[in-house]
Structures are given as structure tokens and as C-alpha cells.
């Protein structure tokens, strides 16, 4: 009896290497945003690819196919094989969705929805003990504190919520309002109307103080962050940039890795703003002495510089910025450019006095339209741009030494790219036999 020769499926990974993911998310309605993309409004919100890090090309993977509205945010959690993303709509409140995501296939499966409590939500960070999510909604600028399942990660309860606009209307409104891709002095005007949080971050020394951006009042809102009681007090604001400027427009920020140093991107001025992080300051806050006895609470950054993004000469109304990131090795901080096309690159000094200061290493084109988003791979060395309004995703190459970016060829179409996130999925999970699964 001849014997017969069983052959494994295809694969086009290597099964045997850890495997990386990149999940693009994707606008799927315009009615209802408070800027104006200007591509293909997408069919499907997220599309899920497989990274050789080899050479830096994708294969596509999966494509959900649970409903999920403009997903314009996503956060991987750091131990579970979980993604979360927010929606975006000035329409209505946002959702946080759970995603399980296959360790061995990258699919993405729809677990659980919650409301965000406020509008265009924007924004997710988990604290230390992955006991609890930060979540910012953008048009009402509500900052919501929501404990998370322990099991499955899921959302489970809104736990506080904080208005900056301390319950007053909002004087722009979500059915007629500038367009916010628009830069000019008068769109600058209504969009700095109201209080508009941007992103929401714990500083990586404590865990316990929260700073978000408000791009409508050109600061950064500073909070002692309790987890037990899932609150945040102890309000201050800190100016986003040198006294007396207007139409700054705070967007994200972003800590160093080992240095007591934090940047934030402004948006509307084209400039990163640098801080030094005070932690004599911050331990005071820490201490809850300011909190409980109603002192005034002391800053924890102090402005040391400000550095233009795009050319001097590249009129500023032509241009918004979107990504901020700080490269894992602490040399570099990037910025997109949303107008000019580009991401700037900016080198970190490392010497003294200059510690953390940054300095312009090159400007790269995105080979593309409005680049909202862009994300590194795990390694360090490839990364991928969102080109909203082309339609498209790239590739660049990352040289470590120089901070050049280096166009590798690989494009790839997906509709209305905003948001770029990187998934080594955990391996207690990807280990377990396919019966175990769940």
C-alpha cells in the first residue's frame, strides 16, 4: 500500500518566529467628524496585517466584519491578547470596544462595548495595575476613569467624570461648526471656543499623575490620579507654550524613556514643546497634601523649549500636526505633518546642558496625503504611515543612527487610515493548544 505524503497549509509567516501584527483602523462615516477627510469613507473599520521584519512588507490578514463606527483610537493591553478602540462621532457619545485578538491568525473578535460619556472620543491609557482605563472625548472634552474586568479586560464601569467645561453648552455646535482640518485665524477662533481634551497620560514615575491636553485652551490640565477611588483631583493647568501665545493647540504628549523629560506636539503652531518634569513637585502631589488641604497645586513641567516642526518659511495656516512619538531608544522624536505631507524628525541631546533638548535630524514626505497617524513596529527599525486622504498605508525603513527615514516601496490601500497600532500578541496565550482556545 503506498504511502501517502501530508502536507501543512501554506503559510505566508513563519510560524515558528514570534509574530507581530499591525492593526490599521479606518474611517467609515464624515457627516459626522469634526474635521474633513477627504478620502474613501471605508466599508470595513479595521484591517489587520502580518510584518516581515526582515524586509518591512505586510500581507493582509483579516478584515473585521462586527459593525464598529470610525474607530480613530487603539491601545493593546500589555498583558492580555486584547485591543481597545474608541469611536469618533460630534454626533453622539463614543464606544470603547473590546477586541480578543487570535494570537495565531490575528483576527480580530468583538467582546464587549461601553459608552465613552462624552463625544469624539479620542484617546485610551491604561494605569499601572491595568486595573482601570483613562478615556478623553474630544469635542466635549470630558475625561472618564473606568475600571476594567480582570478576567476578559473588558470594561466593566464608569467609575468618574471629569468636565472641564464644568457643565456649561459648548458655544460650537456638533450639527454646524469650522471644519477642524482647517487652519486659518478664523477657524483657529471657534475651535479654541471651548475646551477640547486631546489625549490623557500617567507620568511614568509614580503612575499617579494624569496630563491632558486641551487643545481649545492652550494647556495641559494636570490631575493627581487615585486608582483606588478611580478619580481624579487636585486640578492644575500648566500654558502649552511661552507666555502670551495663542493658537497653540496641545494635541498629544509624550514622557522619555529615562529621561525627566516630556514633549507635547502642539497642532495648531506646528511646534513640540519641552518640559522638564519636576518630581520634587510631583512627590508633593503624590503625598495628597495639596489635594487635601485645598493649597494650590503645585506645576510638575516646566518649559525649557519650543521647535517648529515644519520649514520656517511653509506658512503655518497650511499645516496641522498629528503624531507625536518618542523613538524606544530615547534618541529621536518624531512629528507628523498634516499639510506639509512630512514627518519631521528631531534628534535628543543627551549632553549637558542640553539634556533632552531637541535639535531637527531630517523631514521625510509620507509618499502621501495627511498623514494622521504613524506607529513603529516592535523592533524599532519600520514605520508605518496612515495616509488619511490617499487612501494608503507605508513603509519606511528607520536608520537608528541618523534617525533617516528611508522609503522601502511598500504601499498598501486601505480607506481612510487614522490610526496605526502595533500587536505582539502574549504568549500564554498563543501557546495553548487550539482546543484550549477560546
Known amino acids: 500500500m503506498a504511502s501517502s505524503l501530508t502536507l501543512d497549509t501554506p503559510k505566508v509567516y513563519n510560524p515558528h518566529r514570534r509574530q507581530q501584527y499591525i492593526v490599521v483602523s479606518c474611517y467609515t462615516r464624515f457627516?459626522?467628524?469634526?474635521?474633513?477627510?477627504?478620502?474613501?469613507?471605508?466599508?470595513?473599520s479595521l484591517y489587520t496585517f502580518w510584518m516581515d521584519t526582515n524586509d518591512g512588507q505586510m500581507v493582509l490578514l483579516s478584515v473585521t466584519q462586527d459593525d464598529c463606527m470610525n474607530p480613530a483610537f487603539s491601545r493593546f493591553h500589555p498583558q492580555k491578547n486584547v485591543l481597545y478602540t474608541c469611536t469618533e462621532s460630534v454626533a453622539q457619545h463614543g464606544e470603547i470596544d473590546t477586541w480578543k485578538v487570535n494570537p495565531s491568525t490575528g483576527e480580530l473578535q468583538k467582546i464587549g462595548s461601553f459608552d465613552?460619556?462624552?463625544?469624539?472620543?479620542?484617546?485610551?491609557?491604561?494605569?499601572?495595575?491595568?486595573?482601570?482605563?483613562?478615556?478623553?472625548?474630544?469635542?466635549?472634552?470630558?475625561?472618564?476613569?473606568?475600571?476594567?474586568?480582570?478576567?476578559?479586560?473588558?470594561?466593566?464601569?464608569?467609575?468618574s467624570l471629569h468636565d472641564p467645561n464644568e457643565g456649561r453648552a459648548m458655544k460650537a455646535k456638533s450639527d454646524k461648526h469650522v471644519n477642524h482640518s482647517i487652519n486659518d485665524p478664523d477657524a483657529q477662533k471657534e475651535r479654541q471656543a471651548d475646551p477640547h481634551s486631546h489625549?490623557?497620560?500617567?507620568?511614568?514615575?509614580?503612575?499617579?499623575?494624569?496630563?491632558?491636553?486641551?487643545?481649545?485652551?492652550?494647556?495641559?490640565?494636570?490631575?493627581?490620579?487615585?486608582?483606588?477611588?478611580?478619580?481624579?483631583s487636585a486640578p492644575a493647568v500648566i500654558p502649552s507654550g511661552h507666555p502670551g501665545r495663542k493658537a497653540l493647540g496641545p494635541r498629544y504628549i509624550e514622557f522619555h524613556p529615562t529621561l525627566p523629560i516630556c514633549y507635547v506636539v502642539n497642532e495648531l503652531s506646528s511646534e513640540v514643546s519641552?518640559?522638564?518634569?519636576?518630581?520634587?513637585?510631583?512627590?508633593?502631589?503624590?503625598?495628597?497634601?495639596?489635594?487635601?488641604?485645598?493649597?494650590?497645586?503645585?506645576?510638575?513641567?516646566?518649559?525649557?523649549?519650543?521647535?517648529?516642526?515644519?520649514?520656517?518659511?511653509?506658512?503655518?495656516?497650511?499645516?496641522?500636526?498629528g503624531r507625536l512619538a518618542v523613538h524606544s531608544s530615547g534618541n529621536f522624536v518624531l512629528v507628523s505633518n498634516r499639510g506639509h505631507d512630512s514627518i519631521t524628525v528631531f534628534r535628543v541631546h543627551h549632553e549637558h546642558p542640553y539634556f533632552g533638548l531637541l535639535s531637527v535630524a531630517t523631514t521625510q514626505h509620507t509618499r502621501g496625503f495627511t498623514p494622521r497617524h504613524f506607529q513603529f513596529d516592535a523592533s524599532g527599525q519600520w514605520l508605518i504611515t496612515a495616509n488619511q486622504d490617499s487612501d494608503c498605508i507605508g513603509v519606511f525603513r528607520f536608520n537608528l543612527a541618523t534617525g533617516k527615514l528611508e522609503w522601502t516601496g511598500h504601499e498598501y490601500e486601505v480607506p481612510s487610515p487614522n490610526f496605526v497600532c502595533n500587536i505582539v500578541p502574549h504568549p500564554q496565550d498563543a501557546m495553548l493548544p487550539p482546543a484550549s482556545r477560546m
Not at 457627516?31 to 470595513?44: F, M, S, V, Y
Not at 514615575?205 to 486608582?227: E, K, N, S, T, W
Request: with cysteine; glycine share 10%.
Open 31 to 44: 457627516d459626522n467628524l469634526a474635521h474633513g477627510p477627504r478620502g474613501t469613507e471605508a466599508k470595513k
Open 116 to 159: 465613552a460619556g462624552g463625544t469624539s472620543t479620542c484617546y485610551i491609557t491604561l494605569d499601572k495595575a491595568c486595573k482601570n482605563m483613562l478615556v478623553v472625548n474630544y469635542w466635549n472634552a470630558t475625561i472618564g476613569v473606568f475600571s476594567l474586568d480582570g478576567s476578559s479586560g473588558k470594561v466593566s464601569s464608569l467609575r
Open 199 to 232: 489625549a490623557v497620560i500617567l507620568d511614568p514615575f509614580f503612575g499617579q499623575i494624569a496630563y491632558v491636553p486641551d487643545l481649545g485652551m492652550d494647556v495641559i490640565r494636570q490631575f493627581r490620579y487615585d486608582a483606588e477611588a478611580g478619580e481624579l
Open 274 to 321: 519641552v518640559f522638564e518634569f519636576d518630581r520634587q513637585a510631583a512627590e508633593a502631589i503624590v503625598s495628597s497634601g495639596a489635594a487635601k488641604t485645598g493649597a494650590a497645586v503645585p506645576p510638575t513641567l516646566k518649559l525649557v523649549q519650543s521647535v517648529r516642526t515644519i520649514p520656517d518659511a511653509y506658512p503655518g495656516e497650511m499645516n496641522t500636526c
